[in-house]
């Protein structure tokens, strides 16, 4: 019975990190289509977004929505992709995890095309029953 219960919880664990890396694209995809509606089902309602700079800082889902309704005002089309997706499960709350997520992103701002690095230092929560950002703090390697 012991090696059942391992087995399911290992299998669990495996089908969270698969969850959380689509929770991953599908930001990508949905910063990349500017959808605003995907995007809030991807954080949890206290959520936190930030930056080291603080000026990408959002405390609340409603406020991250906010904070990329202005970041999309002077956006134009973007290309956003993921590489290393890195995600831990918490072992004593298999509802938390945490990751580092590895990314670039082509985008238009005021029709000035640019590149950047980056690196998503994340936490997970399940949300009625869904894995959702609970905090993102996105740091830029070069922009």
């Known amino acids: 019975m012991q090696e059942n219960n391992t087995l399911i919880e290992r299998l669990e664990r495996l ?8 929770l991953v694209s599908k930001y990508a ?5 500017q ?19 603080g000026i990408l800082k959002s405390k609340g889902r409603q406020n ?3 904070m990329y ?3 999309f005002k002077s956006r134009g089309p973007s290309f956003h992709w993921t590489h290393d997706v890195r995600v831990q499960v918490n072992p004593n709350k298999t509802d938390l995890a945490s990751g580092v997520v590895y990314s670039h992103a082509e985008t238009t701002r005021d029709g000035v095309v640019s590149l950047a690095a ?3 230092d994340d936490n997970y929560a399940k949300e009625d029953g869904v894995w959702k950002f609970a905090k993102r703090v996105i740091h830029f390697f070069y922009y």
């Open 118 to 120: 980056m690196r998503y």
């Open 29 to 33: 995809e949905a910063c990349d289509q």
């Open 15 to 22: 089908e969270s990190k698969e969850e959380i890396r689509d």
């Open 64 to 66: 991250i929505i906010d």
């Open 69 to 71: 309704l202005e970041v």
């Open 35 to 53: 959808d605003l509606e995907s995007l809030e089902k991807l954080f949890t309602k206290d959520a936190e977004f930030d930056s080291p700079s």
